[in-house]
């Protein structure tokens, strides 16, 4: 059964720090897949967040660049999101994607599993 589990949501204040994980089953190995973030805010479309392909090649949304980095633990087959100097506008639920194409997507059309997301809230 192929799963991606997130974890490490939660409540923050303006400014501060939060590491988000994604943990695959042994039917996704991570150092074969690309893995996407994406989020959806409540009345909003998902969009994307960043990526990191089994190459090692990543990819992030403008609003996010040099405050959220993606990283692997290939020891846990695990993929970390993790985010500082976080804004209320972050408030989202946050999902993690996979898929078999050694690029990193940007689009939730173009990623074959899903996770059940997390909620992240950004307080100000």
């Known amino acids: 059964q192929v799963q991606l589990v997130e974890s490490g949501g939660g409540l923050v204040q303006a400014g501060g720090s939060m590491r988000l994980s994604c943990a695959a089953s042994?039917?996704?190995?991570?150092?074969?897949?690309?893995i996407g973030w994406f989020r959806q805010a409540p009345g909003k479309e998902r969009e994307f967040v960043g990526g990191i392909s089994w190459i090692g090649d990543s990819r992030y949304h403008d609003s996010v660049k040099g405050r959220f980095t993606i990283s692997r633990e290939h020891a846990k087959n695990t993929v970390y999101l993790q985010m500082n100097n976080l804004k209320p506008e972050d408030t989202a639920v946050y999902y993690c994607a996979a898929r078999k194409v050694p690029t990193v997507g940007v689009g939730p059309g173009e990623y074959d599993y899903w996770g059940q997301g997390t909620q992240v809230t950004v307080s100000s």
């Open positions: 042994t039917d996704i190995f991570i150092s074969s897949t690309t």
